[in-house]
C-alpha cells in the first residue's frame, strides 16, 4: 500500500512537483533509488529486488510512472507483477495514452492497481487502474492541479488522502514562486502518522484492525503476525527548464536505520 500526492501543471516554476511513501513488508528485499537499466533505458528509482519493477521513477526524458496497489482482502497469488507496468513504460517511447489504453486491455492478468503515467515534454498525464474488479479497466488524461493517489480510485476522499491534500495545499502557498525543498516536504507532510477516526475508515473487505493500520500517511504495522509498513518517502521536484531533484528517505533494512540522499538531474527537451 502506498499514498502520492502532486501538482501537474499548475504551479509558476514547477511543471511537476510529487511526493510518495511507499509501504511495503519489511523483508521484502528492495533497492533505494538510483540509476538502474542499460543505456538510453536507465530509470531513476527504487526498484523491487523480488519481481525487477518499481514504483515509482522516472527517466531524463521526462517519463513518469507512479504505481499503487487498489486495496483488496485476497489477491492472486499467480498474477503478473504490477511493478512490470512502470518499468515497461519508462523503457518505451510509447505516449502515456497509447500505453494504458494497450495496458488496459489485458489488465485482468494483474491484481489490483493505480497507474500513472506521465511525459513531461508533451505535458501529458494519464491514469488508468483495472478496478472495481469485472469492469473494463478505465482511462482518464490527468487534468492539471493536486491530486491524491492512495490505494483506491484517484482522488478517492479517504481520511489520510484529505489530509495529506490539506496539507501540501497549505505547504505549496509558501513556495508560489520559490524553490520548493523536497527534503522539507517530506519532514513535515509524509512522516504524519495520525489515524483516522475508526467510524470514517474504507470498507475495502479487509479487517476493521487493518483498514486502522493503514489509515495514517507514514504507516508502522508491528507484531509477532506483521513487520509492515512505510520504508521509502520521496519527494520529485522538476523546474520548467528542466532541473530536476529526486530526494528520497529510506530505511535501510540491513543497519536498520534512515538514510536520505538527493540526485539531481536535467530532463531534456523542457
Known amino acids: 500500500m502506498c499514498i502520492a500526492a502532486w501538482i501537474w501543471q499548475s504551479h509558476a516554476k514547477y511543471p511537476l512537483v510529487l511526493l510518495s511513501n511507499r509501504d511495503e513488508y519489511y523483508n ?7 540509476w538502474w537499466g542499460e543505456g538510453d533505458w536507465k530509470i531513476l528509482g527504487g526498484r523491487d529486488e523480488v519481481a525487477g519493477g518499481t514504483w515509482l521513477g522516472c527517466t531524463r526524458e ?4 507512479l504505481l499503487t496497489n487498489f486495496r483488496e ?3 492472486s497469488s499467480i498474477a503478473k507483477s504490477r511493478g512490470d ?4 513504460f519508462l523503457q518505451s517511447h510509447v505516449s502515456p495514452l497509447e500505453f494504458a489504453e494497450a495496458i ?15 511525459d513531461l515534454c508533451s505535458k ?3 491514469y488508468v487502474s483495472n478496478r472495481p474488479e469485472g469492469e473494463p479497466a478505465s482511462v482518464q488524461i490527468v487534468s492539471p492541479g493536486l491530486h491524491v493517489l492512495s ?9 489520510k488522502a484529505v489530509r495529506l491534500h490539506e496539507k501540501f495545499e497549505e505547504f505549496l502557498r509558501n513556495f508560489r514562486d520559490e524553490e520548493i525543498p523536497g527534503k522539507e516536504m517530506v519532514v513535515n507532510l509524509m512522516k504524519d502518522t495520525v489515524k483516522a477516526d475508526p467510524s470514517r475508515l474504507p470498507n475495502t473487505g479487509c479487517s476493521s484492525e487493518w483498514e486502522f493500520h493503514l489509515s495514517s500517511i507514514f504507516v508502522e504495522v508491528g507484531s509477532k503476525q506483521v513487520l509492515y509498513g512505510t520504508r521509502s518517502m520521496a519527494a520529485l521536484c522538476v523546474s520548467s527548464s528542466g532541473e530536476a531533484s529526486f530526494y528520497e528517505c529510506y530505511l535501510d533494512m540491513e543497519d536498520d536505520k534512515w538514510k536520505d540522499h538527493t540526485i539531481q538531474f536535467h530532463v531534456k527537451n523542457m
Open 104 to 118: 488496459a486491455k489485458g489488465a485482468a492478468d494483474y491484481n489490483g492497481f493505480n497507474l500513472i503515467l506521465a
Open 85 to 88: 507496468l512502470t518499468r515497461m
Open 62 to 65: 521526462g517519463r513518469l510512472a
Open 73 to 75: 482482502p485476497n489477491p
Open 28 to 34: 521484502r528485499p528492495s533497492r533505494q533509488v538510483e
Open 124 to 126: 501529458t498525464m494519464v
Open 151 to 159: 490505494n483506491a480510485k484517484l482522488d478517492t476522499p479517504w481520511p
